[in-house]
């Protein structure tokens, strides 16, 4: 079966006041229990933001450097994701809409290619 990546960016998050956030989590909870329900959660997780490590891989120098800095600038950075096997793209539409509407904001949604065995 397809897989497909469910994200969001932590900018599309918005500001809201913290009363807001403690309902959606257990909405999140939810959907994924669904999800493993259904059969069609593979992973899921949000990233830590401040205070977890980043580090940057380049090997655009002939060797492969990996340090902890400098980091790519940028807008807008990944915060979280989810990973489902299902049918097809309705499918997946289905579950990001659910995912979204528990977190209360937007999310894309891309298909893996195909595997190779």
């Known amino acids: ?6 994200y969001f960016n932590q ?6 006041p913290e009363e807001w956030y403690h309902g959606r989590g257990d909405r999140a909870r939810a959907v994924t229990e669904e999800m493993k329900a259904a059969g069609v959660y593979v992973f899921a997780g949000g990233l830590e933001e401040e205070d977890g490590p ?3 891989a380049d090997p655009t ?20 994701f989810a990973l489902v096997s299902v049918a097809d ?23 893996f290619k195909p595997r190779r065995l």
């Open 61 to 80: 120098s002939g060797e492969v450097l990996v340090t902890d800095g400098p980091y790519v600038e940028t807008k807008e950075y990944l915060g979280g």
């Open 1 to 6: 079966m397809p897989e497909y990546l469910i």
């Open 89 to 111: 793209d309705e499918a997946a539409k289905l579950w990001a809409a659910k995912v979204a509407e528990a977190c209360g904001w937007p999310h894309e949604i891309r298909r």
């Open 11 to 16: 900018q599309w998050v918005g500001d809201h």
């Open 54 to 56: 980043i580090y940057s």
